[in-house]
Every structure is written in C-alpha cells, then in structure tokens.
C-alpha cells in the first residue's frame, strides 16, 4: 500500500484508512461483531493500516469492536479516534471542555484495550470552550503519552486558523468526494499552505459512488434513523437527482477501466493535491478487499475531467 506523509509529523500513512462508523451498529442498521472484526482485520491484512474510529460510533461499540480486532496487531497500524460528541438523553451535545476530554480519553484507550492513540481529533468544533483550553488539555494528554499527534475533524477554515495559533494540529479530516467538494474553497488549500495532512472522509459518499444504487430509479428508502437519510443528503431529493449524472459518469468510467464504480470515486480523491489519505468505511470483509484495491487504481486527466465535467 503507498503511504504519504501526515502533514509535519514525520509520519508516513498508507493512502486509504479503514473506516469505521457503520460497524458501531446504530446509525447504519445492525452489524454483527465478528463480521465487523473480519473487516477490520481484512483491511489492515491488505494494507489499509490507519484505522479510523470515534467513541459516538455506537455509543463505544465501534472503539471495542476495533480493539478486538486489533489484538496482537496493534503495533502494525496507525489508530486514529476522537473526541468531543458525547450522547444526553438520546441526543449528541459537542462538548470539547478539558474535563471531557481527560475523561474521554481513558474511556477510549480501555475500549480500544491500548495504551495509546496515534492521532486524537476534536470531532467537531465547538463555540463554548476556548480553542487555547482544548488544545492545552490535547498538548497535556499527548505528553503523557496518551496520544502521539492531534488532529481536527469538521473545522471550517476560520475555525482551523485559531486552532493553528493555539498549537500544531496534524491533520483535517473532513468530507470530501466527488459529490462533496466544498473543501476544496478553503480548507483543503489552507492544509496545503499550513502543512496539515488531509484525512477525506466518504470518499464513496456513503456507499452512493459504490455502484449499488440505480441513479436512474428513486432515492433509497432508509429509515429515519439511518445516518444515510439525514447526514448524507444526497440520498434523498433535492441532492439524489442533482448526483445522478455524477454517478452515472464514475459508473461509465469503472465500466471502461474494468474496475470497481467505488475505486473510481476513492482514486478521484486521492488524485486531489493536499489528500493524504481517503478514509473508506467498509462492513464486511469482502467490502474491505475490494476497497483495498482501490490504492491500485490511477484515473487518466482525460477520465478525471470527464467525471467532474458530469457534476
Ligand atoms: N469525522 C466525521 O465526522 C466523519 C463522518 C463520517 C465518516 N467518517 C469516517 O470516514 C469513514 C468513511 O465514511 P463512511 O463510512 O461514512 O462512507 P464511505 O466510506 O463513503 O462508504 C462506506 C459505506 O459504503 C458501503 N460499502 C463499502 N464498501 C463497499 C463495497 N465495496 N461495495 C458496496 N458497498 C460498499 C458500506 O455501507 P453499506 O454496506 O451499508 O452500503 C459502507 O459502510 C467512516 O467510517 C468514519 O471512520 C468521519
């Protein structure tokens, strides 16, 4: 697997990272443990040795699941989670205070059954802490060797720049597809200019670019509880007829190059100057070997203006 250098930290990630939100079991339907630790061992088997999870994936089914999996193979990847969502009353509340995170932390390492995380990101931003309190308490944890790097996640570009004051963030992971590209306005320039990695999440935009959906019939009909029926809003109208001709444009081009519709979406993404790694989420082992392959893959300029031109 090709790796990349993760912004200035002197670490070098493979290009696609195993992602996984949907084996927390909650938002994205039921997922059966051993499954999900098969996929995940799959991936990292194959090369995707960056292993993306988040203590709110199932409330904390997610971290166990992937601390399993990694038993007896932890020192052979590159584990990143998070920190700042936490479930009240059935709701998520951002809370990025320095007390939740020292208590955050603890809570993911026993999960994870490891001592240590590779890259520790503030989920999503928050407005009522101080951005210079939540990066000292990340400074705190990481010489306590709780945590090796620190990162962002879901920062818009004005939020990223005080953030950057306060200390040295490695990375931004955000949402980045061909269906999704508003990074590239500002914050994925502004990773170039700072020296931040990119990590891109949903590079297949949730399964959409995968080929399994017929842009040419109706949205899927997820229950409202599925994270696909509001947080990817593509898969209902307006967004479904406005992607339609994209994926029917990575659909034509897969069919060309004899390749998966999902190696064609995740090879766009990672052609994008400043993306250092395409986060691609995968429930069974067999979506995990396929996606693998997807490092594989180089789109010609010809294909790459071609599948933009559909958008
Ligand atoms: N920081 C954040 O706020 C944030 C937000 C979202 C995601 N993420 C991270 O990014 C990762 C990737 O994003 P994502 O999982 O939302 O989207 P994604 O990678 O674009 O799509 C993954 C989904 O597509 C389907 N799929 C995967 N491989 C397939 C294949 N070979 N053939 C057919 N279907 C396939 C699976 O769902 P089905 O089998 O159910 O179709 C899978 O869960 C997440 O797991 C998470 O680690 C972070």
């Known amino acids: ?35 999900s630790i098969r996929a995940v061992r799959t991936a990292v088997d194959l090369g995707m040795t960056l292993v993306d999870t988040a203590p709110i994936y199932g409330s904390g089914v997610s971290e166990q699941v992937v601390g399993k999996a990694l038993s007896g193979i932890r020192d052979q990847v590159f584990l990143s989670t998070k920190c700042g969502l936490e479930r009240v009353d059935g709701s998520i509340r951002k809370n990025l205070s320095p007390e939740a995170i020292r208590a955050e932390i603890d809570a993911s390492l026993t999960r994870l059954g490891t001592d240590h995380v590779d890259l520790y990101q503030c989920h999503w931003p928050v407005q009522d802490t101080p951005v210079e309190d939540t990066v000292g308490v990340l400074e705190e ?43 590239e306005a500002a914050e994925l320039p502004l990773c170039r200019a700072r020296g931040l990695g990119f990590l891109a999440y949903a590079p297949m935009a949730g399964g959409l670019l995968t080929g399994k959906y017929d842009p040419d019939g109706p949205p899927p009909a997820f229950p409202p509880a599925d994270a696909r029926s509001f947080f990817y809003t593509f898969f209902s109208e307006p967004g479904w007829s406005e992607v339609g001709p994209t994926v029917r444009a990575v659909m034509s081009a897969a069919r060309e190059l004899g390749v998966a519709p999902g190696h064609v979406a995740v090879a766009w993404v990672l052609a994008q100057e400043g993306v250092t790694c395409a986060l691609v989420g995968a429930r069974t082992p067999e979506q995990a070997a396929e996606n693998a392959r997807a490092a594989e893959v180089e789109l010609t300029q010809e294909i790459i203006e071609r599948i933009e031109g559909a958008t």
Request: overall charge positive; hydrophobic content about 40%; proline content about 6%.
């Open 1 to 35: 697997m090709k790796k990349r250098l993760l912004g200035g930290t002197g670490e070098r990630i493979p290009v696609l990272g195993m992602g996984t939100w949907a084996i927390g079991g909650d938002l994205w339907g039921p997922a059966d443990e051993a499954t």
């Open 141 to 183: 944890i990481r010489d306590a060797g709780k945590i090796r790097f620190w990162g962002l996640s879901n920062y818009e570009a004005p939020l990223i720049e005080p953030a950057l004051a306060a200390g040295q963030p490695a990375s931004l992971q955000s949402e980045y597809s061909l269906v999704k590209r508003s990074v």
